[in-house]
């Protein structure tokens, strides 16, 4: 598929002169390349993935090792330039060895044009999706290729700044065997899922689908279809109103359903990012798009059973606050309502987190959050402690579970801050009034909802997505909505 025949673009591709330095030998290899072929090294054109057309930019390695000289540079940045007039996703299907040498400086100005191109596209909420295929290095990789909202890669495929001939020829040093290909580009957080040539039209396509300009902003479902076909005359379940101990117990029972189940339960069709792009992954992080009816919205929360990457189940380090960030920016650069699930303890104090600069990484999460120019919704799912929680619950409406807790700090953090090291024993939880019935009652949050520990795992699940439909809706119809957020948090 992703070989398929490209349909014209419908413009012209600028004519520029190949050679420019008159470098000795190139004009003898490109008069020997073969017939039909440019000296472009790049295809672009039209293409059809499931039901979404999309702009492509097609690399070619075997002209010239699919460098990018000015006519590269040239052919991409028009393409890019028509996915933002006709508001199409545009994909980068990357076959690149870099920069062309044998137009010097010409070929390096390239980078700055393409990525001129890409800014622009971004400021126009148009999306932009890369594969990296075999291989995919140098000034393609470090230009459009990577400044793409979503980035797949095949995990064989060759991908680096610099290609392994080269680092190993700079540093003296042979790569290994497992250096510089896509599956370590996943395991570092730099590409967001792996798929080989055959399965990444797929997964293009539903990323495409999701955030395509002209869909992601249907309707959300109706009552009926909000209540996955449940009977909308029946009771919502009653809202308990639990001691603060039974809170804290329930709240860490392991049948509660995590942010990562939530995530492919509340949303159709979910697809999630992974990594921070800077050389982490935390798995705590959960950040994905997925459909409210036919719109689309950016969930993120944090997985209560996932390791994280400093060795502390559900507690986010630095990677994973800047994972979620990712995804707020996603939210904002397409228009895209945010929800997000709360969901852990804390962040992670150790001094692993620390080194990552874990309270720098919270910060701008909160900033993020609050910037995110769509509606924003916040819901306790469980617990609900310290900033590194109420990172992700600045929002225009902030709701609890009733077997869910939000507190400055957790209970037991706080008798080792408070009473030097005594075990909690019930009466500190009790002052620091963490119950949902107080909180509501304290105006933190405005609406309490039923919980699985307490109206069933199904049924609070099925409460919650009603819940989130009402509240997006009554958000879309706030005239005044992002004016009454800077009040309600300035």
């Known amino acids: 598929m992703l070989d398929a025949a490209l349909r014209p673009l419908g413009v012209p591709l600028p004519e520029v002169a190949e050679d420019p330095l008159r470098f000795p030998g190139l004009a003898e290899r490109l008069a020997r390349l073969p017939a039909g072929s440019d ?16 702009v492509v930019a097609r690399g070619r390695f075997d002209v010239l090792a699919g460098s990018m000289g000015r006519s590269h540079g040239a052919a991409v940045a028009t393409a890019l330039a028509v996915a933002r007039e006709r508001r199409l996703p545009f994909v980068a299907l990357v076959a690149s060895g870099g920069a062309r040498v044998q137009e010097g400086l010409h070929a390096l100005l390239q980078m700055a044009r393409v990525a001129e191109g890409l800014r622009s596209l971004r400021a126009a909420g148009v999306p932009a999706l890369t594969f990296l295929g075999e291989p995919s290095t140098g000034g393609v990789l470090a230009s459009y290729a990577s400044l793409a909202d979503v980035i797949l890669a095949d995990p064989d495929a060759t991908v680096g ?9 700079v540093t003296g040093t042979p790569v290994g065997a497992d250096s510089h290909r896509g599956r370590t580009a996943f395991a570092a957080g730099l590409v967001d899922g792996l798929a080989g040539p055959a399965e990444a039209p797929v997964l293009l396509g539903r ?10 902003g249907g309707p959300l479902p109706t009552d009926d279809a909000a209540t996955d076909g449940a009977d909308p005359a029946v009771a919502e379940p009653p ?8 809170v804290l117990r329930r709240t860490r029972e392991l049948a509660r359903p995590s942010a990562r189940t939530l995530l492919h339960t509340l949303l159709e069709d979910a697809v999630e990012l992974s990594g921070d792009r800077a050389g982490g992954v935390d798995p705590v992080a959960v950040a994905g798009v997925g459909r409210l009816g036919r719109r689309s919205v950016v969930m993120v929360g944090t997985d209560r059973e996932a390791l994280g990457a400093c060795g502390r189940r559900g507690m986010p380090g630095p990677a994973a606050y800047r994972t979620l960030r990712r995804a707020l920016t996603l939210a904002s650069r397409h228009d895209l309502p945010v929800v997000a699930l709360i969901d852990t303890v804390g962040a992670d104090p150790s001094p692993c987190a620390e080194r990552g600069g874990v309270a720098g990484a919270i910060a701008e999460t909160f900033v993020d959050l609050l910037a995110v120019p769509g509606p924003t919704v916040a819901v306790v799912t469980g617990e609900g402690g310290s900033g590194g929680a109420l990172a992700l619950g600045a929002a225009d ?8 807790f939000l507190s400055v700090i957790a209970p037991e953090s706080a008798a080792a801050i408070l009473r030097d090291g005594a075990v909690d024993d019930g009466e500190l939880s009790r002052h620091l009034r963490l119950r949902p019935a107080d909180l509501r009652q304290e105006g933190i949050v405005d609406e309490v909802l039923p919980g699985p520990t307490t109206a069933g795992e199904a049924a609070a699940t099925a409460a919650l997505r009603r819940r989130l439909v009402a509240t997006l809706r009554a958000l879309d119809a706030e005239p005044d909505r ?7 948090y300035g």
Do not use: K, N
């Open 482 to 488: 992002l004016a009454r957020r800077s009040a309600r």
């Open 239 to 246: 809202v308990a109103d639990l001691p603060a101990e039974e």
């Open 207 to 216: 990323w495409a689908a999701l955030l395509h300009p002209g869909a992601r």
């Open 39 to 54: 000296a472009r090294a790049v295809e672009v054109g039209l293409l059809t993935l499931g039901d979404v057309e999309v």
């Open 161 to 169: 700044f610099a290609g392994p001939r080269v680092v190993e020829r």
């Open 397 to 404: 409406r902030l709701l609890i579970q009733d077997d869910a």
